[in-house]
């Protein structure tokens, strides 16, 4: 599949294109450059400077300039990527989104009124685990804005490294700081990485701070050619990080002498593809949230004996637009005699309801909305707000009672005999409760 990366020249962005590297092709970087310092959805600190980092990349760039005015910026995003269609024929987008709701489903928004998958590599990562294995991978990023107490002047310019990661731990420990900058605290560029073919030397920078804010403005930079070594160094995933994708398919750094027998829950993947660049996305957030107690295997591969050594089965989401599993059905014949807890999260929701004999209906939601509870249950207390990200919703199946609804849209069913549940939205985010009580089941 043909994407566009959504480029900032920040570490978030470049790390998120790092991994659409390794899965997809990836055909061109598309920098929105506001003119507004405080827009709602872009970087700005050195944002020109990404014609530069595409060139060491060595990638065509898609540059388009907003006023950036909040919301009417969208408009200029949006025809940035339909200009990566028409040029570059890309097919999907990817975010280096972490936690902010507010970006992703204004670009998820615009995605699905241009007919293309949404990916988000890095969606709910754990933020202190992304800025070690950004070091481990041997980025070269330095702080380019600080906008929070107790961030002084003193941090412009600081490389991310392991020592600077502990200080950054300390302060949100202490003060409640995002060590990524997911509540704008900081901002970062990026001067090298893995995929660089030539890195970035600053020659000339100025800081410049109020008393409460910052930033670290790049007058003059070049590229220089990447020295032997280090070039061979930084094409290698180091081996902590290569072990971390080993243990039980979760993507965690756990022991690998540990026994599978303590990865109590099965997750099936139901994604489209096998270990696809929407795994991280919808797959790991629960396997984080469950504390790892996980193995995971992909829709088309779950076997007998992993459902007689599991304990329960989640089944996670997938991107808008993929509808593969409710196409194979037969994979999924197991649920209709299955005698442990079973949760089904959006795609996993509309394939359990499928297998009952309900039919899928068009209804698009992404972002937030309200749930209200209608029949006492097990895992939904009350009623919540919740993250939505579906084209369909479900009819209900015979066998199953309608314990949440909101608008037009059954959210949640629970089989009439069975711990066998269905939520139409996305409990990894902001609802982590509901997955903790699951497993308590």
């Given at each position: 599949?043909?994407?566009?990366?959504?480029?900032?020249?920040?570490?978030?962005?470049?790390?998120?294109?790092?991994?659409?590297?390794?899965?997809?092709?990836?055909?061109?970087?598309?920098?929105?450059?506001?003119?507004?310092?405080?827009?709602?959805?872009?970087?700005?600190?050195?944002?020109?400077?990404?014609?530069?980092?595409?060139e060491a990349i060595?990638?065509?760039?898609?540059?388009?300039?907003?006023?950036?005015?909040?919301?009417?910026?969208?408009?200029?995003?949006?025809?940035?990527?339909?200009?990566?269609?028409?040029?570059?024929?890309?097919?999907?987008?990817?975010?280096?989104?972490?936690?902010?709701?507010?970006?992703?489903?204004?670009?998820?928004?615009?995605?699905?009124?241009?007919?293309?998958?949404?990916?988000?590599?890095?969606?709910?990562?754990?933020?202190?685990?992304?800025?070690?294995?950004?070091?481990?991978?041997?980025?070269?990023?330095?702080?380019?804005?600080?906008?929070?107490?107790?961030?002084?002047?003193?941090?412009?310019?600081?490389?991310?490294?392991?020592?600077?990661?502990?200080?950054?731990?300390?302060?949100?420990?202490?003060?409640?700081?995002?060590?990524?900058?997911?509540?704008?605290?900081?901002?970062?560029?990026?001067?090298?990485?893995?995929?660089?073919?030539?890195?970035?030397?600053?020659?000339?920078?100025?800081?410049?701070?109020?008393?409460?804010?910052?930033?670290?403005?790049?007058?003059?930079?070049?590229?220089?050619?990447?020295?032997?070594?280090?070039?061979?160094?930084?094409?290698?995933?180091?081996?902590?990080?290569?072990?971390?994708?080993?243990?039980?398919?979760?993507?965690?750094?756990?022991?690998?002498?540990?026994?599978?027998?303590?990865?109590?829950?099965?997750?099936?993947?139901?994604?489209e593809k096998k270990?696809?660049?929407?795994?991280?996305?919808?797959?790991?957030?629960?396997?984080?949230?469950?504390?790892?107690?996980?193995?995971?295997?992909?829709?088309?591969?779950?076997?007998?004996?992993?459902?007689?050594?599991?304990?329960?089965?989640?089944?996670?989401?997938?991107?808008?637009?993929?509808?593969?599993?409710?196409?194979?059905?037969?994979?999924?014949?197991?649920?209709?005699?299955?005698?442990?807890?079973?949760?089904?999260?959006?795609?996993?929701?509309?394939?359990?309801?499928?297998?009952?004999?309900?039919?899928?209906?068009?209804?698009?939601?992404?972002?937030?909305?309200?749930?209200?509870?209608?029949?006492?249950?097990?895992?939904?207390?009350?009623?919540?707000?919740a993250y939505e990200?579906?084209?369909?919703?479900?009819?209900?199946?015979?066998?199953?009672?309608?314990?949440?609804?909101?608008?037009?849209?059954?959210?949640?069913?629970?089989?009439?005999?069975?711990?066998?549940?269905?939520?139409?939205?996305?409990?990894?985010?902001?609802?982590?409760?509901?997955?903790?009580?699951?497993?308590?089941?």
């Amino acid at each position: 599949m043909k994407l566009g990366v959504l480029f900032s020249g920040g570490k978030d962005s470049a790390y998120a294109l790092y991994k659409a590297m390794q899965k997809e092709e990836v055909a061109c970087l598309i920098s929105i450059v506001s003119e507004n310092k405080e827009s709602y959805m872009f970087h700005t600190p050195n944002i020109d400077l990404t014609k530069l980092q595409a060139e060491a990349i060595g990638l065509p760039l898609i540059q388009k300039k907003t006023i950036g005015i909040k919301e009417d910026e969208l408009s200029d995003l949006k025809e940035a990527i339909a200009e990566a269609v028409e040029r570059f024929g890309i097919e999907g987008v990817v975010t280096g989104a972490v936690e902010s709701v507010y970006q992703a489903t204004r670009i998820q928004r615009i995605c699905s009124e241009l007919g293309l998958r949404c990916f988000n590599p890095l969606w709910q990562k754990d933020q202190l685990e992304l800025l070690k294995e950004i070091v481990a991978l041997d980025f070269d990023v330095i702080i380019s804005g600080v906008f929070a107490y107790p961030l002084n002047k003193d941090w412009l310019d600081q490389k991310i490294d392991d020592v600077v990661v502990g200080h950054l731990k300390r302060l949100m420990e202490r003060y409640q700081i995002s060590p990524t900058g997911e509540g704008g605290e900081i901002e970062t560029t990026v001067l090298d990485a893995p995929f660089f073919k030539k890195r970035i030397a600053v020659k000339d920078y100025e800081k410049h701070f109020d008393g409460m804010s910052g930033t670290l403005e790049i007058k003059k930079a070049m590229l220089e050619r990447k020295g032997r070594v280090r070039a061979q160094e930084t094409t290698q995933i180091p081996m902590k990080a290569e072990r971390k994708e080993e243990i039980a398919g979760a993507g965690h750094g756990t022991n690998s002498r540990c026994s599978e027998e303590i990865y109590d829950t099965l997750i099936i993947d139901m994604n489209e593809k096998k270990d696809s660049l929407s795994k991280d996305e919808f797959v790991l957030p629960i396997a984080r949230t469950i504390n790892y107690r996980c193995f995971v295997r992909h829709w088309s591969e779950v076997s007998n004996e992993d459902l007689k050594k599991c304990k329960r089965v989640i089944m996670s989401g997938n991107p808008l637009g993929d509808v593969s599993t409710t196409k194979h059905l037969d994979n999924f014949s197991w649920l209709k005699c299955f005698d442990k807890p079973v949760l089904g999260i959006c795609a996993g929701h509309h394939t359990i309801a499928a297998v009952f004999g309900a039919k899928l209906i068009k209804n698009e939601k992404i972002g937030m909305n309200e749930i209200s509870v209608k029949k006492e249950n097990r895992i939904l207390p009350h009623d919540i707000e919740a993250y939505e990200l579906h084209g369909h919703a479900i009819e209900k199946p015979g066998d199953f009672d309608i314990i949440a609804e909101s608008e037009n849209c059954i959210e949640a069913i629970k089989h009439k005999k069975r711990e066998i549940y269905g939520v139409q939205f996305h409990p990894e985010v902001r609802n982590w409760a509901i997955l903790e009580r699951f497993v308590l089941l």
